[in-house]
């Protein structure tokens, strides 16, 4: 994985084979960022990255300047591995080895940008449970955005608060505002 921007541009790491992780791609992340970019100013922002995997999103935004940026995975292996390479990039990413409905439901802070990068096979159900529990907990500030990337197989367009997707190769992101 490469961060595309910010000050670690061009930077590669490289996970552990061992990682249950499917990472956004390269192509598909610098897509989504260029969406995000007009949208946010990243030294006044705070990310929560659910789902989080390699942490890629979480280290893009910290690299671009995010002083606050909440990393939530359940493996224990990606939780090391954020935590090891948030420390080598020096960047200000809080990492918690939680399951991600239940740290939605005790967090009571909000953030301008939550993404959540689930399992392509999570049924929609637990993609709608996701999206509910961002409302209903207001977890997106007053202009926050949530982003949901899953797989071509599911449309979101029907869960209330969404606004539109875009699809780059078999990954779609479904974008929610308040």
Known sequence: MRIISGIHKGRKLSAPKSLPVRPTTDRAKEALFN???PEMYWPQSSVLDLFSGTGNLSYEC???????VVAVDAHA???KFIEQSSRTLEVPVSVFKRDVSAFLKR?????????ADPPYDFS????REIVSLCFE???????????IEHSAQRDLSELEHFESARKY???IFSFFRP
Do not use: M, N, W, Y
């Not at 967090?107 to 993404?115: H, K, M, N, Y």
């Not at 929609?124 to 993609?127: G, Y």
């Not at 907990?137 to 982003?147: C, D, M, R, S």
């Open 124 to 127: 929609q159900e637990q993609l």
């Open 137 to 147: 907990k207001a977890l997106l500030k007053e202009e926050g955005i949530l982003v």
């Open 35 to 37: 969406i995000l970019g």
């Open 62 to 68: 910290a690299s671009r300047g995010c002083p606050h």
């Open 169 to 171: 190769g078999s990954t």
């Open 107 to 115: 967090c009571a802070e909000s953030f301008d940008l939550i993404f």
């Open 77 to 79: 292996g990606c939780v």
